[in-house]
């Protein structure tokens, strides 16, 4: 059944994720100790018809470390696929009957095709201690041997409990934002329908190029093992 599901999601299948993260940007959450989370985005763009699917395998090294490996737009023409490892660490701070998350990591990016040079994409940031929102801002630094894009910008995310079943969560509305000439910002709701499965449906906008189509619809699908 573990095979048969990441195989489904792989191959079914923004940017440089290799992360657990609210749409795209990097989130505080992480699969607990020893588990196996195999997610993939299905992207569709209006403009030009084309799907590009992002899947990744994530695994809980610690409580508070996680690792990953995925592969970056892997598309309907065949345009830039490259591979994208990840760590992601996080430390809890006290705040009155609270907590937040000072979490932080490091992706790892390699051409496989018609893709920019290697590079990596670091990040710090800091989720506060509200207990019915998650709320995180942070900044990136981005370094690539082949581009001059933007190197650093800030990163901001939310996430807003809104149905709930007794204790247990299930649907989440929920949006990120990063700064720059290629950055993005998201739109969208997260669905549990169980312990395993998580959908995330969202909208997303580049912020710049909109008239030329750098917009999209996304589907996030992850199942979680053990």
Same mark, same amino acid.
């Given at each position: 059944?573990?095979?048969?599901?990441?195989?489904?999601?792989?191959?079914?299948?923004?940017?440089?994720?290799?992360?657990s993260?609210?749409?795209n940007?990097?989130?505080?959450?992480?699969?607990?100790?020893?588990?196996?989370?195999?997610?993939?985005d299905?992207? %569709?763009y209006?403009?030009?018809?084309?799907?590009?699917?992002h899947?990744?395998?994530?695994y809980?090294v610690?409580?508070n470390?996680?690792?990953?490996?995925?592969?970056?737009?892997f598309?309907?023409?065949?345009?830039?696929m490259?591979l994208?490892?990840g760590?992601?660490?996080?430390?809890? %701070?006290?705040?009155?009957?609270?907590?937040g998350l000072? %979490?932080?990591?490091?992706?790892?990016?390699?051409?496989?095709?018609?893709?920019?040079?290697?590079?990596?994409y670091?990040?710090?940031m800091l989720?506060?201690?509200?207990?019915k929102?998650s709320?995180?801002?942070?900044?990136y630094?981005?370094?690539n041997v082949?581009?001059?894009?933007?190197?650093?910008?800030?990163?901001?995310?939310?996430?807003?409990?809104t149905?709930?079943?007794?204790?247990?969560n %299930?649907?989440?509305?929920?949006?990120?934002?990063?700064?720059?000439? +290629?950055?993005t910002?998201?739109?969208?709701?997260?669905?549990?329908?169980?312990?395993?499965?998580?959908?995330?449906?969202?909208y997303?906008?580049?912020?710049?190029?909109?008239?030329?189509?750098?917009?999209?619809f996304?589907l996030?699908? +992850?199942?979680?093992f053990?």
């Open positions: 059944m573990r095979l048969f599901v990441i195989t489904m999601l792989l191959v079914g299948s923004v940017a440089l994720k290799a992360q993260t609210y749409v940007v990097p989130a505080p959450s992480q699969p607990d100790k020893g588990q196996v989370t195999a997610q993939s299905l992207n %569709y209006p403009v030009g018809t084309e799907g590009v699917f899947p990744q395998v994530i809980g610690t409580e470390l996680e690792a990953a490996m995925g592969v970056e737009n598309s309907t023409n065949g345009q830039q490259g994208v490892s760590l992601k660490y996080r430390v809890k %701070y006290h705040w009155g009957k609270g907590y000072v %979490y932080g990591g490091e992706k790892f990016y390699i051409p496989l095709h018609d893709m920019d040079g290697v590079g990596n670091s990040y710090a989720r506060l201690p509200t207990p929102v709320a995180s801002f942070g900044v630094n981005q370094f082949n581009t001059t894009a933007d190197t650093t910008g800030a990163l901001l995310a939310f996430k807003v409990k149905i709930y079943r007794g204790e247990k %299930y649907l989440y509305a929920l949006g990120d934002w990063s700064s720059g000439s +290629s950055g910002g998201a739109v969208g709701v997260e669905g549990h329908p169980g312990t395993k499965w998580v959908f995330t449906p969202n997303q906008m580049g912020n710049t190029g909109i008239k030329d189509g750098n917009h999209n996304c996030t699908v +992850s199942y979680t053990n």
